[in-house]
C-alpha cells in the first residue's frame, strides 16, 4: 500500500530535549516536506527537499532541522524543543515531475507536546 | 506573495443541507487547486483537485470549479452526511509547495 508512515503519532516531552520525528515513504517521491498544522493558522511548510541532499527552508525554519540522506526518508529534527513547538506535524511527498501541478501525500501526522 | 483565503468556521448544518465553502487565492500564474479533508484524528486526505482554469474536480458528491475571473475554488456538496464532518482545507500547489488556507470545520447534525 502507498504511504507516508510517520513515528512516533504521539509524543510529550520537556522542554531541551532532543527529539526526532521520522518520516518514510514507499512511493518512490522525489519532493518530500514537514508542515506544522496550528489553529485557526493552517497548516505551514518548515522545511522541505526536491531530492536526496538538497534541502531548503519552508516558511517557518527556525528550531528545526531536516535531512534526506536516502530517498525514501525526511526525519524531522528538533535539537532543543520549546513550549512553542507544540503542534500537530505533517510529513508529505509528491514525485519531483508533479511539484508545481500535483497533489501532495501526506501522513497521519504526529502530535507533539512540549512542556 | 500567494496566499489562500477561506471562510472561517464552524459551519453547522442538518443533515441534507447544501453546502458551500468558500475558497478565494492570490496567485501569480495558474497554479493548480486543492481540497483536503480531515477527519476527526485523522491526516489529511486528498478531497478534489483542479488544474485549470474551469476545471471541476468531483469526488464523493463534492464538487469546486476552478474560476479564474474570480479567482476562486468553492467547495459545494449537494445533500451533506453526518459522516462529513471534518475541518476543510482549500491549497493551491507552488513549485516548493502547498498553500494553506486555515481551514474550515464543518458539523453535519442529524
Known sequence: ?115 | GDSVTQMEGPVTLSEEAFLTINCTYTATGYPSLFWYVQYPGEGLQLLLKATKADDKGSNKGFEATYRKETTSFHLEKGSVQVSDSAVYFCALRTTDKLIFGTGTRLQVFP
Open chain 1, 1 to 115: 500500500e502507498a504511504q507516508v508512515t510517520q513515528n512516533p503519532r504521539y509524543l510529550i516531552t520537556v522542554t531541551g530535549k532532543k527529539l526526532t520525528v521520522t518520516c518514510s515513504q514507499n512511493m518512490n517521491h522525489e519532493y518530500m516536506s514537514w508542515y506544522r498544522q496550528d489553529p485557526g493558522l493552517g497548516l505551514r511548510q518548515i522545511y522541505y527537499s526536491m531530492n536526496v541532499e538538497v534541502t531548503d527552508k519552508g516558511d517557518v525554519p527556525e528550531g528545526y532541522k531536516v535531512s534526506r540522506k536516502e530517498k525514501r526518508n525526511f526525519p524531522l529534527i528538533l535539537e532543543s524543543p520549546s513550549p512553542n513547538q507544540t503542534s500537530l506535524y505533517f510529513c508529505a511527498s509528491s514525485l519531483y515531475r508533479d511539484r508545481g501541478t500535483g497533489e501532495l501525500f501526506f501522513g497521519e501526522g504526529s502530535r507533539l507536546t512540549v512542556l
